[in-house]
């Protein structure tokens, strides 16, 4: 097999390992020693550099040649772009031994001894009083929260259950449907509307992750803030959606 000079400086390769079922796409410099090649191939395929033995496959997966030569520059062999480079393990690891991620040790630490430490985000986090250890910024979300939850309490008691309405949330055009449901849900914080369109427009038959709260249709429930819907005399519209 006859060795060709490549002028251009890098090349992109694919990188696949008898350690582990994945291949990895890496762009290496050509001016690289097979020595040097095997070091920066540790951290991608995880085996010793002294424990590895190289093989060149073509673009169409033809074995080339195996790099076997230490102190060889990576470009004095046929290597271009879109060659596979196959690493073969001799240090006596198995097959997926590096993929497995609940095999490695994990260093745990108590919250006790956590809280002791000068040097933790926690601690940081403390002596900056900032996030929620900032007793004045946790104050004022609380009173936010509470004054939202406020405000959509007032919306919805404004909302009788059995009301026509019509819904014109951001984005959507306008909606109209029965009121069937007013209050506090499980799924998110705040006061919901529960509605049952006209048509098949919502997304759900009345009820979330398996809690029911009202009853109607597949795709004929929806939950939406109190500002978004609007009670009055909203008769039934044509979609045209009979005749999809």
């Known amino acids: 097999m006859e060795v060709t000079g490549l002028s251009a400086p890098t090349v992109t390769v694919f990188i696949s390992s008898s350690l582990n079922s994945f291949r990895s796409e890496k762009r290496y410099s050509r001016s690289l020693t097979i020595a040097e090649f095997k070091c920066k191939l540790e951290l991608v395929?995880?085996?010793?550099?002294?424990?590895?033995?190289?093989?060149?496959?073509?673009?169409?997966?033809?074995?080339?040649?195996?790099?076997?030569?230490?102190?060889?520059?990576?470009?004095?062999y046929p290597v271009?772009?879109?060659?596979?480079?196959?690493?073969?393990?001799?240090?006596?690891?198995?097959?997926?031994?590096?993929?497995?991620?609940?095999?490695?040790?994990?260093?745990?630490?108590?919250?006790?001894?956590?809280?002791?430490?000068?040097?933790?985000?926690?601690?940081?986090?403390?002596?900056?009083?900032?996030?929620?250890?900032?007793?004045?910024?946790?104050a004022q979300q609380e009173a936010e929260t509470a004054q939202r939850l406020n405000e959509?309490?007032?919306?919805?008691?404004?909302?009788?259950?059995?009301?026509?309405?019509?819904?014109?949330?951001?984005?959507?055009?306008?909606?109209?449907?029965?009121?069937?449901?007013?209050?506090?849900?499980?799924?998110?914080?705040g006061y919901w509307i529960g509605v049952r369109y006209d048509e098949p427009l919502g997304k759900n038959d009345g009820s979330v992750n398996g809690k029911r709260y009202f009853e109607c249709q597949a795709k004929y429930g929806a939950f939406v803030k109190p500002s978004v819907v609007t009670v009055g005399d909203f008769p039934e519209e044509d979609y045209g959606l009979d005749e999809m």
């Open 152 to 189: 959509e309490k007032t919306q919805a008691s404004a909302i009788p259950v059995g009301s026509r309405c019509e819904v014109r949330a951001p984005g959507q055009p306008p909606r109209r449907g029965t009121v069937m449901y007013v209050g506090l849900t499980d799924f998110k914080p």
């Open 45 to 76: 395929v995880g085996s010793p550099a002294s424990c590895m033995e190289l093989e060149l496959y073509g673009p169409d997966d033809k074995f080339y040649s195996k790099l076997d030569q230490e102190d060889a520059l990576l470009g004095s």
């Open 80 to 138: 271009d772009d879109g060659c596979r480079i196959h690493v073969i393990d001799h240090s006596g690891a198995r097959l997926g031994e590096y993929e497995d991620v609940s095999k490695v040790e994990k260093y745990q630490i108590s919250q006790e001894a956590y809280d002791q430490r000068q040097d933790s985000v926690r601690s940081f986090l403390k002596r900056s009083k900032l996030g929620r250890y900032n007793e004045e910024e946790r």
